[in-house]
Every structure is written in C-alpha cells, then in structure tokens.
C-alpha cells in the first residue's frame, strides 16, 4: 500500500506559489462533508501584491502581439487538455458529480480557451473603427485593455466559471487578480499551475482563494484596480464595492452570459486619434 | 547675416534647421484670420492702406504706350473726383514699357511712384543667366527702380538649390544700390508650403528685399496660407537677423475683402510694423477699382457702381 | 495709426429673450411648482438676462412621468426610422435658426460669437444629424442585433457648450429610443429652453424630451429618481463620483464625460508655428472652460526657448473682450465662482515658485474675466500640474526623451484627452500608443465631430459619447 502525496493549495501570485502571507487557510471538505484540503486563505496584503505583480505584468503582456497572446491562450488549451483528468477528479471530489459532468466541464474549459485566443487579434478590426469626421482629418478608434482588472469568478463552478471570467480579460493585454469560488477553489490552483507552465508571463494570471466577502471590500476601494467583473458577488457585496470603487471611477461589470465578446469589451477602452490628413 | 556660404551643403544644412508646415494646421489658421470683420473707421484705415500698397500691374502680351500710360495716370490719382485718395505702391510692367512708364509717371505728377519690371525671362524664367542679366541690366538702364525676377522652379524641384540661390545672388548683384529686388517665388508651382517656406528662406538668404508669390500667370496664386508661410518667414528671419523683409502676393486678390484679409493676416502673423508699402504690397489690377467703391460707400453711405471709378 | 479694429457687434435683435420661463415638460412649458425661479444672467456684463423656473423633486417627478408616459405609449412604438426623422427635422430647425441660438448661447454663456457661430451651434446640428441617420440602423451598432432602449434617460450636462452638450446627449438617447429628461447647467440655461421650441415646431411627441432648470439640488432629484433607468452625465469628477455611488445597487447604468488635464506633447521637431497655433486652441479656446484642454504643455526641453517666445507673441495677439464681437478670440469666465476658482488655483501656482506670464491686456470693468495665463517652471508635484483650472491657464513643463513625456503625461487619475506634435508619423503612432487618454490629437487639438468617439480612461469618466461606440451607452445589449 502507498500513501498518496497530497497537494498543498497555495496562491498564484506574480508567478510563483506562495502560502498566504497571513499564514491563513480555510478547510475545503466534499459534498459529503469529508476533508479535502487546506487552501490559502488570502489577505488584503496578499491582494496588495497581487496588485502589484498584475501592474508589472500589464506593460509586457499589454505590448504583445496579439497574435502572441492567442497562441499563449491557445497553450493554455492544449495543457488543460493533457491534465484534464487530473481537473475531472478533482471536480468529480469537490462538486460531487459524475465523472461524465465533470468532464464535460473541463472540455468546456478548455474550448473557452481556444475560442477567446482567436479573438485577440480580431476584437480591434471589429470593435474599433475609422470615423468619418468632417474636414481633413484621419480618425480612427481603437479598444485597448484597460489594465489591471479584478475579478470574482462565479461562486458555483470549480473550473468552467473561472476561465469563463479570466479569459476575456487577459485575451486583449489586461493582467488580472482573479478571486476564486470561495466554496470551490482546488481547480483555481491547479489551472494557476497550467497556466504557470503554458508561456504566460508571471503576474498576467493572479489567482486568489479566501472569503470572497473579506477581499471584496480591499478590492473595491484599491485605487490601483482599474475594472472589476463582480459576477461572483452577492448583490450586497456587488453595492458596497461599487460604492468604494466609485473613488477612482472603476468600470464594474457583471455578467449573464457564458461566452460574449462583450465580456472582452467591457474590460477596454475605446481610444480615439485623429490626425491632420496633407501635403 | 551670412547663414549660407553658397556652396551646396551649406545650403541644405540651413533649409534644414527650418521646421515643417502642417498643411491642414496652417490652412486653418489663415481660415480663422479670414473671419476677422473689420468695420468702419478700421474699415475705411485698411482701405487707403491698400492702395497705398498696390503694384498696379499690366502684364500682358497686348500691352501698350497706352495702356500703360493710363494705368499710370490712375496709379497717380486713383480717383480723380478725391485728391484725399493716397497713390499706389508701384507700377509693375513688362522690361520694355519701364521706360514709357517712367517718363509717364514723371510727367504726371508721380515722380515718387517707382517702377517695377518683372525680369528674368518672366514668367517661366526658363533662359540663360546672360539673358535674364540683359532682362535686369536693361530694365534698370530704363528706369525701374524694383526688379521682380522669378526663381527657377525646375532648379528647385530638382534639388539644384545652389542654382536657385546663386542666380539670385547674381541678380541681387546687378541691383545693388541702383534697385529692390523682389523675388517671385511662384508658389502655385511649387505646390506645397513646406517647399513655400524653403523657397522664401532661400530667396531671403540670398539677399531679396522682397519675397512675392506669384508671376499672376499661374494658379493657384497668392492664397491665404501661401500668405500666412511667406509672412512667418520674414518674421522669423528678422528675428534671426534683424532684417525686415518685404513679403508681396500676387495674384488672385481682387476684392476689397481679399485685401483686408491680406492685411489682416500681415498684422497678426508679421505684425503691425509690416503695414506699410515699404514691406508689404500687393501686386493687382482690378482690386484698385473695388477698393475705390468700397471707399466711396464709406464716405458716401451708399453703395457705388462701376461706372463712378474709372477703367484706368 | 496702427491697424485698430473697430468694434464688430454681432446684433442681438435675432434673438427675443422672454422675461421669465418656466419648464419644459410634456410639450408644454409650465411654471415650477410653487413658482419658485432663479435669475439668469449675462457674464460678460453681470445684466439678468430671464428668470428662470425652479424645478424642485416634485417637478422632476412629473418629468420624468412625461418622459415614461412618452416612452411607453409612443416613442417606442414609432418605427425606427419615422423616429430618426424626427431628428432630422430637430438638425434642420438648429441650421435655420442657427444665428439666434449662436447669439443667445454667447449672451448667457459668456463665450465669444466667433465660437458659437462657426463651432457649438453647427456642431450641435451635425451631433442631430448624424445620429437621426442612426434610428433605424441599430442592429449594425455592434450590440447584437435588435439592442433595446434603456428607457427613461436622466441627463444633466454643464455650462461650457450648453447646447452642444444637450446635442451630445439628447441625440442619440432619442435615436436609440429613449425618452429624456434633461437639466442643463444652472448658470446657462437659456440655449436648452430655446431647444424646447424647436422640439415644439419639430412636432416631437409631448414627453419625448422634458427640460427642467436648477441647480444641484435638481440635477440629483433626477439621478435618485427610481423611475429614470439610465444616467448620462457630463461635468466635475467630484460629481461624477457622487453619481457612480448614488447609482450603486441599483438598475440604473451612467455615462460619466468628467473632468481631464490633458498634457499636450510638444516634441523637438513639431512644426513649430502649427503647434503654437495648437498650443492656443488647446487652451484658450472656450476659455479655456474645456474637459479635454491642453492644460499641461509638455515641451521636449531643447526647444523650450524657442516655443515660448513664439507662444509668448501669439498669446499677445489674443483679443480678449465683448463676447459679442466678431473678432474676440476670448469671451467671459462664465461665472463668479468660476472665476474665483481659478484665481485660487493660479495663485497657488505663484505660491508654490512657478513663474507666471500674462499679456499686457485691458480687461472689461463689469462681468468675469481672467486674461490668458502661462505658467512656466512647472513640475509635476505643483497644484497647477494635478488640478484641473477650467480657465485660460497653462502649465508649461518639460521632458527629455518621450518615455519621459510619457511617464509625465500619464502620472494622473485623468485620462481624457492629450496631444502630441510632431513630424515623424512612427513617433505619433508610439506615443498615442502608451498615452492613457480617450482622445488623442495628433498635429492638431480640440477637433470634435459627431461621428467621432468622445470620453476618457480613469478618473476621466465611464463611456464614449459619439460616433458607433457612443451609441452603446444608449443600448442594453446582449451580455
């Protein structure tokens, strides 16, 4: 008989894994109540520097090629799918469904994946314009990403909820701090550790796992958030925060559906140039 | 102040400290200037000023005794009816009525009234150095006390700038303390104002006393923006070197209207010291006879017709 | 005798002002409950143009039950395109009308007639125009196809462009389908009642648009006001934010055109004489009292001498004075408050060691005015730097390398507009790249058209106004 070895859950921040500066952790136990694990339980200073590695990744990943985000987007895919038992038993021992949901939901991951990496190079040509201005000017208008953007993925999906919310952001050069299912947070992880080894640069991709309602507040009031997707939050908690996110005009968004490329626009800017057109 | 030593280098690396023009920026300034609205009293100062300011100009193949003679009898007394109306700036004629014109202005009361030629080879410029050295020699013999030569717009569309500039040099040399030199820039062929602003530099650097658009024989002539580049240039060079150059359009200002947009835009691009016949004129025919009718409605209340001013 | 101009009065008669008005709801004007009004004047010469209605919550209310009244029963039952032909009517009357609303905007506004006349009213049109072209193309907005009106749309805009503000919002929330309920600035409303009569003699259904006057006490009547489902908001970032968290928790989404300090880079190879021009619209035109303003000059340090002394002899040419002559460059401060806070925040400049430089200028005895004002020395650690003026005041700093330019530019929580000069075409397209600003004028400044997306990042506001982008504001889409 051999003893499994068992996963410590810690933070993805900047890059690297560390436990909760805090020194916190919560108990994740299955459907039936038997102990999963202990994950990290972060604090507003483990946020703080997820804030701060999200803003030095913005100006790498933001400058990218779009066509070389979509293939990292695209890498992401193709390593879920190498370890997508691993996110299916995993799944299967949090949600308590079948293997056949739980498969079903990490294909669903994955395909979420390959479709927003083939938007990062189109949202521009199809979202941007060229305006016709009277007189002698070119003008044109493009969508950037708008930074640093924080998100509360839905509380009750493990994986599928997750991408659904990170993918869009990061698809146009936004770094994200991502807050997990505070119910459901093993597959956060272990989509950190695909992530951590599919070419995304360190500090794109933050994830957190903790009590949603603690970092909520921090999250809303940082003033060096630009955007947050509340999708994960209660509507109390979605108020509060826009009433602290209201110091430096964040751009809160939730979301209805799954899949949109307005999930991607809600998180850019719509820049306008205009230039003189002569001799 | 010497910027140019004449050789080749030394003339583009001075055309090169020069900044670029934005077309649709410069366009829009000359535009707003346009919508001054000068009325009245200022109204009836820029109107005498413009006479003042006119080279009043027959430049035709069908010119004769007479009619530059007749020209030169308005160009005395614009309005025969009012001594108070001031006379014009000049007469400008072909090299071979300078002398008809002279005797003419003289004998009519007009003795400080200079005569222009236009000169080497105008309008196209196109023949040897020696000729357009007769062309000014011979116009000055005669009288003309102001040389309006043009430039070669093929040497400078081809980059031969040193012929540009030696050729002025070299007819500034003829006219040394005997006349002004005015020189033509042609701008509607050289089409765009960063070239206007080279020329007008080139043209300054190599000793004009007076930069003018246009030999009248090609369109578009003296625009506004033409204007409003030329006028920047001899702000700039006075700055640079405390000398005032002459700026004269030429061409297409017809109207009372188009007048006072030319003096508008010398008072608020050159400045007001530039609103004086010495640095300022403008090279027209009928813009004479609009400027009278403007004028007599201003003293007369009402509106005036053709018939009341004179042909020539 | 040099060339003086002599006064050119644009004449007044073309314009009637009424000795009192009341407000605009259902079609109809009628007096505020409690007949309680407000004074509007002329700041140029501190003469009370009109008394002005006073709408308290209880008028809003009926405004905003018009507005329901009209949405429901009538404007979002009229095909799309019998709509937008309302809107072309709206856009002709302001042509045929355009010199009276010209006139009056320059009498109650304070800017000069030039402006008025060549920019806000026949921009004010175009923003009718374009958008009227737009009701029944809708489904090529971008937002799915058959995006649906929000509903009743609260506006409350403020005194710089008042009718071209009222245009930008008033367009195309009727194009998209809503009905309106709009309080324009306190100090200006004149140019939105005159509005109401040409709703009038266009024929627009009672109720489509509803024009209520006063002051914030009103503006935040409509924003509370649970039967309005859509804020659109144009004014101070103080405000904006107050909106943004009034509206937290609820239904209701905003439009937020706030405030900016736009840095206007200046590098070493501009053409000169354009950038001066461009220096000067960016700040002086409008007085200045512009959101997107060129206020902070970031000049490339080796030609600061050089830029200065072409600034210092254009700005001497400024013709300040009677907002009503046809050659004034720059009108009236619009208010006492306005004024005074710009004297506040310019004399912290001279506190704080910047080196002030103003024109010789004679400025009118009666009325607000603040001559054209420089401010060299500037770092980015001064008030004047960070804060926004709303005046003819400039800040003028420098920089060395255009990271440098950069770094300058966007070390502030706005993000509206900025400019950048220069000659070399790769270098624009780099730096309107990094810079964080909505607007971005290349080689020229303060360029506005209907057709063209208009709002800024950070602090600067949520949305765009204008063009395909800004008509999203206006739609719930499918997300």
Request: net charge positive; charged share 20%.
């Given at each position: 008989?051999?003893?499994?070895?068992?996963?410590?859950?810690?933070?993805?921040?900047?890059?690297?894994?560390?436990?909760?500066?805090?020194?916190?952790?919560?108990?994740?136990?299955?459907?039936?109540?038997?102990?999963?694990?202990?994950?990290?339980?972060?604090?507003?200073?483990?946020?703080?520097?997820?804030?701060?590695?999200?803003?030095?990744?913005?100006?790498?990943?933001?400058?990218?090629?779009?066509?070389?985000?979509?293939?990292?987007?695209?890498?992401?895919?193709?390593?879920?799918?190498?370890?997508?038992?691993?996110?299916?038993?995993?799944?299967?021992?949090?949600?308590?469904?079948?293997?056949?949901?739980?498969?079903?939901?990490?294909?669903?991951?994955?395909?979420?994946?390959?479709?927003?990496?083939?938007?990062?190079?189109?949202?521009?040509?199809?979202?941007?314009?060229?305006?016709?201005?009277?007189?002698?000017?070119?003008?044109?208008?493009?969508?950037?990403?708008?930074?640093?953007?924080?998100a509360f993925a839905p509380q009750k999906s493990s994986l599928l909820g997750l991408v659904q919310t990170i993918a869009p952001i990061i698809a146009t050069g936004n770094t994200v701090v991502a807050v997990a299912s505070q119910k459901l947070p093993l597959s956060a992880i272990t989509l950190a550790e695909v992530l951590a080894t599919s070419d995304l640069p360190g500090g794109v991709v933050n994830i957190l796992t903790g009590m949603t309602a603690e970092l909520a507040p921090w999250i809303g009031s940082h003033m060096d958030i630009d955007a947050v997707d509340a999708t994960g939050l209660t509507s109390a908690q979605d108020k509060e925060l826009r009433v602290a996110g209201s110091e430096n005009l964040k751009r809160v968004s939730t979301f209805k559906a799954e899949q949109s490329p307005q999930r991607i626009l809600a998180f850019m800017e719509h820049k306008t140039v205009w230039h003189p057109i002569g001799i | 102040m010497q910027v140019i030593d004449g050789s080749a280098s030394s003339i583009k690396s001075f055309l090169k400290t020069l900044s670029p023009v934005d077309q649709v920026g410069a366009e829009s300034r000359a535009a707003m200037l346009a919508t001054r609205s000068i009325k009245t009293s200022s109204k009836s100062w820029a109107i005498d000023m413009a006479i003042s300011m006119i080279d009043l100009t027959t430049l035709e193949g069908a010119d004769t005794a007479g009619k530059v003679k007749a020209i030169c009898n308005k160009a005395v007394r614009p309005d025969p009816s009012d001594p108070t109306v001031p006379h014009v700036g000049a007469i400008c004629v072909y090299n071979d009525m300078v002398k008809i014109a002279r005797t003419h202005l003289d004998a009519a009361g007009g003795k400080d009234i200079p005569v222009a030629a236009?000169?080497?080879?105008?309008?196209?410029?196109?023949?040897?150095?020696?000729?357009?050295?007769?062309?000014?020699?011979?116009?000055?013999?005669?009288?003309?006390?102001?040389?309006?030569?043009?430039?070669?717009?093929?040497?400078?569309?081809?980059?031969?700038?040193?012929?540009?500039?030696?050729?002025?040099?070299?007819?500034?040399?003829?006219?040394?303390?005997?006349?002004?030199?005015?020189?033509?820039?042609?701008?509607?062929?050289?089409?765009?104002?960063?070239?206007?602003?080279?020329?007008?530099?080139?043209?300054?650097?190599?000793?004009?006393?007076?930069?003018?658009?246009?030999?009248?024989?090609?369109?578009?002539?003296?625009?506004?923006?033409?204007?409003?580049?030329?006028?920047?240039?001899?702000?700039?060079?006075?700055?640079?070197?405390?000398?005032?150059?002459?700026?004269?359009?030429?061409?297409?200002?017809?109207?009372?209207?188009?007048?006072?947009?030319?003096?508008?835009?010398?008072?608020?691009?050159?400045?007001?010291?530039?609103?004086?016949?010495e640095l300022f004129r403008i090279g027209a025919s009928a813009l004479l006879n609009d400027l009278l009718m403007q004028r007599m409605k201003l003293r007369d209340g009402h509106y005036a017709g053709p018939n009341y001013v004179t042909l020539d | 005798m040099t060339f003086e101009y002599a006064p050119a009065l644009e004449a007044t008669s073309v314009v009637k002002i009424k000795s009192e008005y009341g407000l605009f709801i259902n079609g109809k004007f009628v007096p505020a409950k409690g007949g309680k009004s407000f004074p509007t004047i002329n700041p140029a010469?501190?003469?009370?143009?009109?008394?002005?209605?006073?709408?308290?919550?209880?008028?809003?209310?009926?405004?905003?039950?018009?507005?329901?009244?009209?949405?429901?029963?009538?404007?979002?039952?009229?095909?799309?395109?019998?709509?937008?032909?309302?809107?072309?009517?709206?856009?002709?009357?302001?042509?045929?009308?355009?010199?009276?609303?010209?006139?009056?905007?320059?009498l109650n506004n304070g800017k000069p007639i030039r402006e008025t006349r060549d920019i806000d009213i026949p921009l004010a049109a175009s923003h009718f125009f374009y958008h009227a072209g737009w009701a029944d193309k809708l489904d090529h907005a971008g937002m799915?196809?058959?995006?649906?009106?929000?509903?009743?749309?609260?506006?409350?805009?403020?005194?710089?462009?008042?009718?071209?503000?009222?245009?930008?919002?008033?367009?195309?929330?009727?194009?998209?389908?809503?009905?309106?309920?709009?309080?324009?600035?306190?100090?200006?409303?004149?140019?939105?009642?005159?509005?109401?009569?040409?709703?009038?003699?266009?024929?627009?259904?009672?109720?489509?648009?509803?024009?209520?006057?006063?002051?914030?006490?009103?503006?935040?009547?409509?924003?509370?006001?649970?039967?309005?489902?859509?804020?659109?908001?144009?004014?101070?970032?103080?405000?904006?934010?107050?909106?943004?968290?009034?509206?937290?928790?609820?239904?209701?989404?905003?439009?937020?055109?706030?405030?900016?300090?736009g840095a206007n880079i200046i590098y070493e190879d501009a053409a000169i004489d354009e950038t001066v021009e461009g220096i000067i619209s960016g700040i002086f035109f409008n007085q200045g009292h512009v959101c997107c303003a060129g206020s902070r000059l970031l000049v490339q340090e080796n030609i600061q001498d050089e830029l200065l002394e072409k600034l210092k002899r254009r700005i001497s040419m400024i013709r300040v004075g009677n907002p009503l002559d046809k050659n004034t460059d720059l009108g009236a401060i619009n208010s006492a408050a306005q004024l005074a806070k710009i004297r506040e925040l310019a004399d912290s400049g001279d506190t704080e060691g910047a080196e002030r430089w103003s024109p010789q200028c004679d400025l009118p005895s009666k009325g607000f005015w603040y001559p054209p004002t420089i401010f060299t020395g500037v770092t980015q650690a001064h008030r004047i730097a960070q804060e926004e003026i709303f005046g003819p005041v400039l800040s003028v700093l420098t920089f060395r390398t255009p990271q440098e330019a950069i770094e300058k530019a966007n070390n502030t929580p706005f993000g509206l507009s900025a400019g950048i000069w220069t000659d070399k075409g790769s270098r624009i397209l780099w730096t309107a790249k990094h810079l964080k600003a909505g607007v971005i004028w290349a080689n020229t400044f303060n360029k506005f058209d209907p057709a063209s997306p208009f709002g800024g990042y950070k602090e600067s506001g949520w949305?765009?106004?204008?063009?395909?982008?800004g008509l999203a504001a206006y739609l719930k889409g499918d997300h």
């Open positions: 008989m051999r003893i499994d070895v068992k996963k410590t859950y810690k933070l993805f921040i900047g890059g690297s894994f560390p436990r909760s500066e805090s020194g916190r952790c919560y108990e994740i136990s299955n459907a039936k109540g038997v102990f999963i694990a202990n994950p990290a339980q972060a604090s507003r200073k483990d946020l703080r520097d997820a804030v701060v590695a999200a803003r030095s990744a913005f100006g790498g990943w933001s400058g990218a090629t779009a066509f070389n985000r979509g293939q990292i987007l695209y890498r992401a895919a193709e390593i879920m799918e190498g370890r997508a038992a691993q996110f299916v038993d995993e799944i299967v021992a949090v949600e308590g469904v079948t293997s056949s949901a739980a498969k079903k939901q990490v294909q669903e991951a994955i395909d979420t994946w390959v479709w927003y990496s083939g938007w990062c190079d189109k949202i521009g040509s199809i979202f941007g314009s060229t305006n016709q201005v009277s007189g002698a000017f070119y003008n044109f208008t493009i969508p950037e990403p708008m930074g640093v953007v924080a | 236009v000169s080497t080879a105008f309008p196209s410029g196109r023949a040897s150095l020696e000729v357009k050295r007769v062309d000014t020699e011979d116009a000055i013999a005669n009288g003309a006390a102001e040389i309006d030569m043009v430039i070669d717009r093929g040497a400078f569309l081809s980059g031969d700038l040193e012929k540009v500039y030696s050729e002025i040099k070299y007819i500034k040399s003829l006219c040394e303390g005997r006349a002004h030199l005015k020189v033509i820039l042609e701008t509607g062929e050289l089409v765009t104002l960063d070239n206007v602003r080279k020329a007008s530099f080139l043209a300054m650097a190599a000793g004009a006393d007076f930069i003018k658009t246009s030999t009248g024989k090609v369109t578009p002539a003296a625009t506004a923006p033409v204007v409003l580049v030329m006028l920047e240039a001899v702000r700039d060079w006075y700055a640079m070197t405390g000398v005032k150059i002459g700026v004269k359009p030429a061409g297409g200002i017809r109207t009372t209207k188009d007048a006072i947009k030319q003096l508008v835009l010398v008072n608020e691009t050159a400045g007001p010291e530039w609103l004086t016949p | 010469t501190e003469e009370t143009l009109s008394k002005i209605a006073f709408a308290s919550a209880s008028d809003v209310d009926k405004a905003v039950a018009a507005a329901r009244a009209a949405y429901s029963k009538v404007w979002s039952k009229m095909p799309a395109a019998e709509r937008g032909k309302y809107l072309f009517r709206i856009a002709r009357i302001l042509q045929e009308r355009a010199r009276e609303f010209a006139v009056l905007e320059t799915g196809s058959s995006p649906k009106p929000h509903g009743v749309v609260g506006q409350v805009i403020p005194w710089n462009f008042p009718l071209l503000m009222l245009s930008w919002k008033i367009a195309p929330a009727l194009a998209t389908g809503n009905t309106v309920v709009l309080k324009p600035a306190e100090t200006t409303p004149l140019t939105a009642l005159l509005f109401a009569e040409v709703c009038q003699q266009a024929g627009l259904p009672a109720g489509v648009v509803n024009i209520v006057t006063g002051d914030g006490s009103t503006g935040s009547a409509i924003v509370n006001h649970p039967g309005i489902d859509k804020i659109a908001f144009t004014g101070s970032t103080a405000v904006g934010k107050g909106i943004a968290r009034a509206i937290a928790g609820t239904k209701k989404s905003a439009t937020l055109e706030l405030g900016g300090k949305g765009r106004e204008g063009g395909r982008h």
